[in-house]
């Protein structure tokens, strides 16, 4: 256990030291604030690509424009104008009215009538402003208690990212902002009011939500200003997010009490003139220019997220602690470094440079981009994760832990190279240009039979000369080494230091200079005189093999085998057997055995080997194969069509005219054979005892097919086919055939037609024989009706056609007996 513990330390120790490390760096940097612009405009990019949510129909704004403005025809807008607006609103019953206009001094006219109507609107809520240069409230409103903080919190960049609730004054009362006070009135009506959790960490309930006060560190904030409580704002948008009517269609009754009715109101300017605009996360785009918001938006946005969180659980944005914030960043700084280490340890990837650093950087991007994807999904969740010091660590540690690795197999590659180098079993070498050992291994001393790499190097001062047998295979390797700069088991014969002559493979390549001109070459040999040995003997053996396998095959046919399954005669063994359809052809001398008595035992069997070897190429070249001589006798098999056995039978008659025109040359009178042949059902195996087994075929169409062969001479024909090898021919009508009789085989009661096949015999008498044919078969057929003498005429009337028809001869002299 221990062991793989530190192996797996030391594999893995860059990481474990790189990543705390980097992470260090990193959370130091974030604390010193150098990344809070980069995270502010992370979060405002995640705010612009976030959905656009439904208006909030809860909230209606009353907006100030410039044709209000010019209507009026002043600003401020006289008391006498808000008086009417407020009357005509106040007339269908808002929940709540915020008016976000200082109205600290009177404008008249109608400012009487304007104090009237505060008197008697209990819930308008005035404004002041109370953070930097103050603006007081108005005076009857601040008697009612009706005025609220109409202050915003803007960062560094100008932007709007966080809202302000509350703040306690001097004499530490607690004054609410608009946001905050219409919001908790609005929020009363619905019976939903404000508890509280824990006093001193200010968390408090309200509805489905628990407020929790912005820190001066939360999220991308580095120590700024948190005073009062505060908290991010979860802007719904800031165009198109809440229902918006002008001033001039309120005065004018266009706008529906239903618009109005059991609705915040906001009423605020919206005017370029009155400056009363700010810039939010919704205003940085790249191809327009930014855009400020209204206050009175910024507002409309607080009060709607509040509202939002108590009654529909919509998610205020929160942070996690800047412990917990630090912990992830480490888990993307251990990613990036575990993750490059992992990704560059790819054999395909070692050692192209290109490659490496190609595939770092698509890791890099695809992390990366796994870190942005799940902190976009957190926000939309409702949290504000790192993301720059995240990246950052993990593209950080991913360089690093790269660069680390990079630096290490090279240390390690080295390190390896020095120990190949000393323990190799091959001859390891570097050459000079003109023949002389720059250094050399012990392995390859030895080879040379020498004590010491030194002592080689100083005794070979030309290695062409001293060391190859043939000096022209040296003046090859460096004729190869200049075209192709590298040689690849170059063999050759060298001596050893005793004199004695062994075979070396060597491999080398040509070691070049920035310019590309060769300073030396380096590789490695091996002694492969045992393996020269082997190699020798090897080929004589696989010779004997060869003609071996080529004796067995003139036993024990190479289509039998395949018949049967086998890939080798080694792998027969006794019983294997297979059984299909195929034809099987007999083939025998016509009186042979007269023939043999007038031989000498050596004539004879020259006669038999010479007519065997005008027979055997007619059976191979129709895909057949021979399976025993019997004799003057020949067996063969057709695993494929009949037409195969029946095209071998007329090509071997067709031989044997040259055979007997060479016996005449020779003053030797000529032969005949005959032939038959049947196809059906037959058993192909093997039979025999412990000590000689024997292929063999068992079948009653090998008896047929014998019984046809011995019909040829009753008949007085050459060959003779079964109806079974009849009805599987392609197509009968490409040969000259005849109907000749039907027989009856030995033990069987079925009888079997047979064929007379004439397609070997001269064109003269084949064309008379076709012209009889309808002529024969009729006879035949009135002989088998035991019509004989009307059979004798018709084959009489053959015979004077075709006088060398010896079948019509025999049928004429069984009619008259």
């Not at 412990?690 to 079948?699: E, Q």
Request: proline letters at 4%; glycine letters at 6%.
């Amino acid at each position: 256990m221990g062991s793989k513990l530190k192996t797996w330390i030391k594999q893995w120790q860059g990481v474990l030291l790189i990543a705390p490390s980097v992470t260090l760096i990193i959370l130091a940097l974030n604390a010193a604030g150098l990344f809070q612009l980069l995270e502010w405009a992370t979060l405002d990019q995640y705010f612009r690509l976030r959905p656009q949510e439904s208006p909030d129909s809860r909230i209606l704004l009353v907006s100030i424009d410039e044709t209000d403005i010019n209507q009026v025809g002043q600003w401020p807008i006289p008391d006498g104008v808000l008086a009417d607006l407020i009357t005509t609103m106040k007339a269908a019953e808002p929940r709540v009215i915020g008016l976000n206009l200082y109205r600290d001094l009177p404008v008249e006219p109608g400012h009487q009538q304007w104090v009237e109507v505060m008197q008697s609107t209990p819930n308008l809520i005035g404004v002041e402003k109370r953070v930097g240069d103050r603006v007081a409230s108005p005076p009857t409103l601040d008697a009612l208690n009706r005025v609220a903080l109409a202050d915003l919190m803007v960062d560094a960049d100008g932007k709007i990212r966080r809202g302000l609730l509350s703040i306690k004054q001097e004499n530490d009362e607690l004054q609410l902002s608009l946001a905050a006070r219409l919001a908790l009135q609005y929020l009363k009506s619905e019976g939903i009011t404000l508890e509280e959790i824990n006093a001193n960490q200010q968390r408090y309930r309200l509805g489905k939500t628990i407020f929790t006060p912005f820190q001066t560190d939360d999220g991308g904030y580095v120590d700024v200003d948190a005073g009062g409580y505060q908290i991010l704002l979860n802007f719904r948008g800031v165009s198109d997010s809440f229902d918006t009517v002008s001033l001039r269609d309120v005065l004018a009754d266009r706008v529906s009490s239903e618009k109005i009715r059991d609705r915040i109101i906001l009423i605020g300017s919206k005017a370029q003139s009155t400056n009363d605009l700010f810039f939010t996360p919704y205003d940085s785009t790249i191809f327009a220019p930014p855009r400020r918001a209204a206050a009175v938006v910024i507002h409309a946005n607080l009060t709607s997220q509040i509202i939002s969180s108590a009654i529909d659980g919509r998610p205020l944005i929160k942070v996690l602690p800047n412990p917990v914030e630090g912990v992830l960043v480490l888990c993307w700084s251990f990613l990036g470094a575990a993750g490059s280490l992992v990704w560059l340890k790819n054999k395909w990837l070692n050692p192209k440079t290109l490659l490496q650093l190609l595939a770092l950087g698509i890791y890099i991007v695809l992390a990366s981009g796994c870190s942005l994807i799940g902190t976009y999904l957190l926000f939309l969740a409702g949290w504000w994760l790192p993301v720059i010091p995240s990246l950052l660590a993990l593209t950080g540690s991913a360089v690093i832990t790269a660069d680390y690795q990079s630096r290490r197999l090279q240390q390690e590659a080295q390190q390896k190279y020095r120990r190949i180098f000393e323990n190799a079993l091959e001859g390891i070498f570097q050459t000079t240009l003109d023949g002389r050992y720059r250094s050399a291994n012990p392995a390859l001393a030895k080879i040379y039979g020498y004590k010491s790499p030194e002592e080689l190097i100083t005794s070979i001062t030309n290695i062409k000369t001293q060391l190859y047998v043939d000096p022209k295979r040296r003046d090859y390797f460096i004729q190869l080494m200049e075209q192709q700069g590298e040689v690849v088991s170059f063999e050759s014969r060298v001596y050893r230091r005793d004199g004695s002559i062994i075979w070396i493979c060597e491999h080398a390549r040509s070691v070049c200079d920035d310019q590309g001109n060769v300073l030396y070459y380096q590789g490695f040999i091996e002694d492969i005189s045992e393996r020269k040995q082997a190699q020798v003997e090897r080929e004589a053996f696989t010779r004997e093999l060869f003609q071996l396998n080529q004796s067995f095959s003139q036993f024990v046919p190479r289509q039998f085998l395949q018949l049967l399954k086998k890939d080798s005669i080694c792998d027969v063994k006794l019983g294997d057997q297979s059984q299909q359809n195929m034809s099987v052809l007999f083939a025998d001398i016509r009186n042979f055995t007269s023939l043999s008595e007038a031989m000498k035992p050596q004539e004879t069997f020259n006669f038999i080997n010479r007519y065997l070897s005008y027979m055997e190429p007619a059976i191979i070249q129709n895909q057949g194969f021979i399976d025993k001589y019997i004799g003057d006798a020949i067996m063969a098999l057709f695993s494929g069509s009949a037409d195969d056995a029946v095209n071998a039978a007329i090509a071997m008659l067709q031989q044997l005219k040259c055979y007997n025109q060479e016996r005449q040359k020779a003053g030797e009178s000529p032969i005949e054979i005959g032939i038959g042949i049947n196809t059906g059902l037959m058993m192909l195996g093997t039979v025999g005892g412990k000590t000689h087994i024997n292929s063999t075929v068992l079948s009653d169409a090998v008896n047929l097919a014998s019984r046809l062969e011995h019909l040829t001479k009753e008949y007085g024909v050459s060959l003779l086919i079964s109806h079974y090898t009849f009805d599987h021919l392609r197509d009968p009508s490409n040969y000259s055939f005849r109907l000749i009789g039907r027989v009856k085989v030995k033990g069987k009661s079925q009888t079997v037609s047979v064929f007379d096949v004439f397609d070997a015999d001269p064109p003269p008498v084949r064309q008379r024989k076709l012209k009889t044919k309808t002529m024969f078969e009729q006879a035949l057929c009135l002989y088998s009706q035991r019509e004989f003498s009307k059979a004798a005429k018709l084959f009489q009337q053959c015979l004077e056609f075709v006088p060398e028809d010896k079948t019509a001869k025999i049928y004429r002299q069984r009619c008259q007996k």
